[in-house]
Every structure is written in structure tokens, then in C-alpha cells.
T-cell receptor
Framework: NAGVTQTPKFQVLKTGQSMTLQCAQD?????MSWYRQDPGMGLRLIHY???????DQGEVPNGYNVSRSTTEDFPLRLLSAAPSQTSVYFC???????????FGPGTRLLVL | TQLLEQSPQFLSIQEGENLTVYCNSS?????LQWYRQEPGEGPVLLVT?????EVKKLKRLTFQFGDARKDSSLHITAAQPGDTGLYLC??????????FGQGTRLTINP
């Protein structure tokens, strides 16, 4: 099992550009989530999904879109990148909810 | 406003010393989790506490959930350099949302 994988590991964007952060898991987990981690802020929930076709907003959803067409994949889209979105993004998955989440290695995003 | 307040935010101690990290909130959580994160990696779950007053031990680490399920503590006995890392507490709001504290960056000096 590869667990939770994220691509790319590092990305530099210009303000206004769009991009998609990829997240995949091979553990047949129903629950997947996206967090951003900023210095002194811990991790903050962006969006989450309890299964294919179902997504919901977390604590800081503005500027981000998600979709869940398959159980394995949960991409995060930045529609028009802003410097405030400079952060480290983590994807996580679990069988049924926030209990025992497995985190990916993260994507470090810099928006200039 | 941080829903979960961790203290201290930074802690640097000598090998062999004991330490306690606190995680406090005015909100009640259905469960509370503790994670450890290494540089360049995602957080890894250490323990989940569910019942008020619950105490769990993981080798030299002792985790306690407050009676009112609003706070928690992590105590490390005889700290070792391998304990160095970022420790995060996270409270579950129902089954689908997790709220994290700011983290405690722990450094154990040989």
C-alpha cells in the first residue's frame, strides 16, 4: 500500500493562476479531507468528503474547490491563486470520519 | 480565534527531563487526538482519547482527557532526543470535523 500520496511536492504560482493539488489513497477509505498548515496556526480544515459524490466545506473553504468522483481521488483546486494561499497543504483519509486519519506528505505551495 | 490553545508553543529541554504540554478549550469535544509531526512530513496519530478523565499511556508518553472533555495534556517522562518534533492536539467536532491546536515545537537536547 502506498497510503496517501500527494502531488506535486512543491509548486510556485503567480497570483491569479489556477492549479490542482492531487491526492490519492489506496486504502479504500471513505473519508478524505484537505487541510492547510500555516506557522502558528496548526492545521485548518478546508474541505472534506464522506464518500464519492459527497463533499462539504470545512473551516476555511473560500478560494478552493473540491470534487470526489472516485473513492481513491480527492483533488483540491485553487481557482485564482492569491499570496494568502501560500501554505503547506495536507490531504488525509480514514475509514469513516476523523478517527484515525492518515496524512499524506504534503504539498508546499508558494504564491508570488 | 483559536478554538484549541496549546501551551507552551515552544519548549527546549535537556535529555532526561520531564515535560507536560497542555491543550485547552472552552468547547466540548467528542474526542481528542494527539499527533506528532516531523519536518517535511504529515502528522502521525499518537493517540485518541474519548472518555472524560481517560488516561492513556504510550511508553514514556501519558495522555489525559479532562473530565469535562474540554482539555487534554501530554506528559513525557525522561525525554529523549528522538522525542523532538511538533506535537499537535486536535478536537473532534462530531465525526467529520477536526479542529487543531497551534502545535508545540519540542526540542530535546542531548
Amino acid at each position: 500500500n502506498a497510503g496517501v500520496t500527494q502531488t506535486p511536492k512543491f509548486q510556485v504560482l503567480k497570483t491569479g493562476q489556477s492549479m490542482t493539488l492531487q491526492c490519492a489513497q489506496d486504502m479504500n477509505h471513505e473519508y478524505m479531507s484537505w487541510y492547510r498548515q500555516d506557522p502558528g496556526m496548526g492545521l485548518r480544515l478546508i474541505h472534506y468528503s464522506v464518500g464519492a459524490g459527497i463533499t462539504d466545506q470545512g473551516e476555511v473553504p473560500n478560494g478552493y474547490n473540491v470534487s470526489r468522483s472516485t473513492t481513491e481521488d480527492f483533488p483540491l483546486r485553487l481557482l485564482s491563486a492569491a499570496p494568502s494561499q501560500t501554505s503547506v497543504y495536507f490531504c488525509a483519509s480514514s475509514y469513516g470520519g476523523v478517527e484515525t486519519q492518515y496524512f499524506g506528505p504534503g504539498t508546499r505551495l508558494l504564491v508570488l | 480565534t483559536q478554538l484549541l490553545e496549546q501551551s507552551p508553543q515552544f519548549l527546549s529541554i535537556q535529555e532526561g527531563e520531564n515535560l507536560t504540554v497542555y491543550c485547552n478549550s472552552s468547547s466540548v469535544f467528542s474526542s481528542l487526538q494527539w499527533y506528532r509531526q516531523e519536518p517535511g512530513e504529515g502528522p502521525v496519530l499518537l493517540v485518541t482519547v474519548v472518555t472524560g478523565g481517560e488516561v492513556k499511556k504510550l511508553k514514556r508518553l501519558t495522555f489525559q482527557f479532562g473530565d469535562a472533555r474540554k482539555d487534554s495534556s501530554l506528559h513525557i517522562t525522561a525525554a529523549q532526543p528522538g522525542d523532538t518534533g511538533l506535537y499537535l492536539c486536535a478536537g473532534a467536532r462530531g465525526a467529520q470535523k477536526l479542529v487543531f491546536g497551534q502545535g508545540t515545537r519540542l526540542t530535546i537536547n542531548p
